[in-house]
C-alpha cells in the first residue's frame, strides 16, 4: 500500500469459503460453487479495483456480510488509517441496518438492490462515463429508495439492451450515475481474484489440522427453527397446489348427471378434509416457530 500498489479509494468485499473434508464438526458455510451449505471456514476478502488483495478476515462461524461489515471495516482501518474508502460488495449484504451504519460511520458504499424495480423505458437516458481509458455508455434511470425503513438512498438503474434492469444502491450523491455502474460491475475482478488463487495459489485448501474451539457465546441461526421453517415450506406449498386442483375440479367437471354430481362432491370432500389437515398442521408449526429463538449460542 505504501508504494501505491494497492489503490484503496475503492474496496470490494466478499466471502470465500473453503470447504473441509475431515471428521470434525464445523459450522456450514454457503460454497457458491456447490450452490450448497458445506462444513468449512468462511474469510472475508478485502480487494482493490484492479482485484489486489488487500486483507482478509476470517470468520468463527458461518455468518452474513451484514453481520460481518462491522469487522471487516475496523480491519481496514486498522491498515489505512485516517484514509476515507468506499465499500463495494453484493446482495449478501443487502441490509438496512448496514446501509445506515455505513453512513454514519461516513464510508461510502455500493451494492445491488434486490429485486426487478420494473421502470418504464422512458425512465431511462442515455450516459457516458470513462473506466479504464475507454469510453462506457449504459442507459440509465435514477430515483432514490427507502430499504426497510433506512434511507432514503440514492438508486441507479442500468438497463440492458434486452430490456434487463439491474438496481443498485448507494450513498455517493456526487459520483456520476454511471461511474457508479461501472464501479458495481467491477466486482467481476474480485471474483477472477478468487478464481485465479484458487487454481494457482491454493486459495480453497485448508494448509493445516490446527483447530480451536469457537466462542460458544457466538449467536448463530437456530438449526431446529430452521427446519421448521422447511417443513412449514413444504406444506404450504403442498395446500397450495391442493387447493388449485380442488378449483379446477370444480371448474371442468360436468354436471349433467345426478351420479357426476355424487362423484364430485365425494371428490371434493376428500380433498377439501385433505386441506383442512395441511391448514391444521400448518398452524401447529406456526406455533413452535414461534416459541423457537431466531438465534441460539454456538454451543
Request: charged fraction near 25%; proline fraction near 5%; hydrophobic fraction near 40%.
Amino acid at each position: 500500500m505504501e508504494q501505491a500498489v494497492v489503490a484503496t479509494a475503492y474496496l470490494y468485499v466478499d466471502g470465500h469459503m473453503k470447504a473441509y473434508h475431515g471428521k470434525r464438526k464445523l459450522a456450514e458455510c454457503w460454497n457458491s460453487q456447490r450452490r450448497m451449505p458445506l462444513p468449512g471456514m468462511l474469510a472475508h476478502f478485502v480487494n482493490d479495483l484492479q482485484g489486489r488483495p488487500l486483507l482478509f478476515v476470517t470468520e468463527e462461524a458461518n455468518v452474513t456480510l451484514a453481520k460481518a461489515m462491522p469487522r471487516v471495516v475496523k480491519a481496514i482501518r486498522q491498515v489505512l488509517g485516517d484514509r476515507h474508502f468506499t465499500v463495494i460488495f453484493d446482495r449478501g449484504g443487502y441490509d438496512g441496518e448496514l446501509f445506515t451504519w455505513l453512513h454514519k460511520e461516513k464510508l461510502g458504499f455500493i451494492t445491488y438492490q434486490k429485486g426487478d424495480p420494473g421502470l418504464p423505458k422512458e425512465r431511462f437516458s442515455r450516459h457516458e462515463t470513462k473506466f479504464d481509458g475507454k469510453k462506457v455508455r449504459s442507459w440509465i434511470a435514477e430515483d432514490q429508495v427507502s430499504v426497510a425503513g433506512s434511507g432514503p438512498w440514492r438508486r441507479i438503474v442500468v438497463r440492458t439492451r434486452n430490456g434487463h434492469q439491474t438496481p443498485i444502491l448507494t450513498n455517493l450523491m456526487d459520483l456520476p450515475a454511471a461511474k457508479v455502474a461501472v464501479l458495481m460491475f467491477a466486482r467481476w475482478r474480485q471474483e477472477n481474484f478468487f478464481k485465479y488463487m484458487g487454481e494457482h495459489m491454493g486459495l480453497n485448501q485448508l494448509l493445516g489440522y490446527a483447530y480451536q474451539e469457537a466462542d460458544g457465546s457466538q449467536l448463530v441461526p437456530n438449526p431446529q427453527r430452521q427446519g421448521v421453517e422447511r417443513e412449514l415450506k413444504r406444506k404450504r406449498q403442498y395446500l397450495a397446489k391442493l387447493l388449485s386442483k380442488l378449483g379446477q375440479v370444480v371448474l371442468t367437471e360436468p354436471r349433467d348427471s345426478d351420479s357426476t354430481t355424487r362423484r364430485l362432491k365425494v371428490a371434493q370432500q376428500r380433498q377439501v378434509k385433505q386441506a383442512r389437515d395441511l391448514e391444521a398442521q400448518i398452524a401447529e408449526l406456526l406455533e413452535q416457530r414461534s416459541a423457537l429463538p431466531t438465534h441460539v449460542p454456538l454451543q
